[in-house]
């Protein structure tokens, strides 16, 4: 299990770059050249953040995409639910079908506690303080 999946951190680099000139539209050839971000991920990426209202798209000659939200309302658990979906630690399934001990399990109880702490110290990080 991966906590952060590729287009997660290709999300987090994008809009960290993209923060450095938070006034500036940037094209997506720009942000590939750049970033070193294959062309056809960045711009999945892209019309995802702009889907979910953290860029502003503008389309045409001299079109590109402009932060919508500042970096300190932009959360790391935020992204990771709009590109890796609901965050979850453990998946307590056996052989495709939950586990019938689940309810009793002493690991999984453990493994909820984890899951609690560490989704509690995603929703504190902002890109805002990734770059202080």
């Known amino acids: 299990m991966k906590l952060i999946t590729r287009d997660t ?3 987090i680099r994008t809009l960290c770059f993209m923060a450095d ?8 050839k720009e942000l590939v050249k750049k970033l070193n971000i294959p062309w056809p991920f960045l711009r999945k990426i ?21 932060l919508k939200k500042s970096v300190d309302e932009i959360y790391l658990l935020d992204l990771m639910n709009i590109f890796q979906g609901k965050f979850n630690l453990i ?12 309810n009793i399990c002493k690991l999984r109880k453990k493994l909820k506690k ?9 929703k ?5 303080s990734l770059l202080k």
Do not use: V, W
């Open 9 to 11: 951190d290709y999300a």
């Open 21 to 28: 000139d938070s006034e500036k539209i940037f094209t997506t």
């Open 46 to 66: 892209l019309q995802i953040l702009h889907k979910n209202n953290i860029l502003k798209a503008f389309k045409g000659k001299g079109g590109g995409f402009l």
């Open 91 to 102: 998946q307590c399934l056996f052989k495709k079908k939950f586990c019938p001990r689940i």
């Open 114 to 122: 984890m899951e609690g702490y560490l989704l509690n110290e995603l």
């Open 124 to 128: 504190k990080i902002s890109l805002g």
